[in-house]
């Protein structure tokens, strides 16, 4: 199995500025033939299912707005809230798709300082 | 617009079969250009994907080594819906599930996800 890990596994940042969590997956998850990442990441809050943010490591999925954003490549992928708000409190995580069985990582918490 | 309701009792004894059902609207069950997935979350294994069941020409399923031989998904047409089956369940068994839908375009990326329906092991 792909095992998904991601740091922090808390993170405080002030309103409006930068959030960065980190992904990193132990074997890589680019399909080089279609040279793609199969790698999504979601946005839960408590008592909602999680929400799909980004796929293909840096697709936004629609209605998402655009200070969330993803990148990486292989086995390094990092998910950039650029100015946070109130509403971006949530637990985050990264998923791949690579393969079966899927796996997630084991959440980041992201709270306001 | 595609919703999942799901419906099961949340509570089943040790030992005993967990049944609960994922009804699709706004889809078919039968697409081939989409897969229907059951997921668990607890806070001791985390999210935990269980399996999927999908039509490429005919049903295939695929499921987690973890469950393998106590897990049965299956799709129903008539209904436009499918279903999770865990037999021999334990306390560790405990946890929210989910139901939820992935499509070619996004790869195995979860889209789509029931409301969740907290079951519990216990005598």
């Known amino acids: 199995d792909i095992v998904m890990t991601q740091s922090p596994d808390s993170l405080a940042v002030s309103l409006g500025e930068r959030a960065t969590i980190n992904c990193k997956s132990s074997?890589?998850?680019?399909?080089?033939?279609?040279?793609?990442?199969?790698l999504a990441w979601y946005q839960q809050k408590p008592g909602q299912p999680p929400k799909l943010l980004i796929y293909w490591a840096s697709t936004r999925e629609s209605g998402v707005p655009d200070r969330f954003s993803g990148s990486g490549s292989g086995t390094d992928f990092t998910l950039t809230i650029s100015s946070l708000r109130a509403e971006d409190v949530a637990v985050y995580y990264c998923q791949q798709y690579y393969n079966t069985p899927r796996t997630f990582g084991q959440g980041t918490k992201l709270e306001i300082k | 617009q595609v919703q999942l309701q799901q419906s099961g009792p949340g509570l089943v004894k040790p030992s005993q079969t967990l049944s609960l059902t994922c009804a699709i609207s706004?889809?078919?069950?039968?697409?081939?250009?989409?897969?229907w997935n059951w997921i668990r979350q607890s806070p001791s294994r985390g999210l935990e994907w269980l399996g999927r069941t999908y039509y490429r020409s005919k049903w295939n399923n695929d499921y987690a080594e973890s469950v393998k031989g106590r897990i049965t998904i299956n799709p129903d047409t008539s209904k436009n819906q499918f279903s999770l089956q865990l037999t021999s369940v334990t306390p560790e068994d405990t946890a929210f599930y989910y139901c939820a839908r992935t499509d070619d375009d996004r790869g195995g990326s979860f889209h789509y996800w029931g409301q969740g329906t907290l079951l519990t092991v216990s005598p």
């Open positions: 706004g889809d078919s069950v039968s697409s081939n250009i989409v897969a």
């Open positions: 074997q890589s998850v680019l399909h080089s033939s279609k040279n793609k990442n199969y």
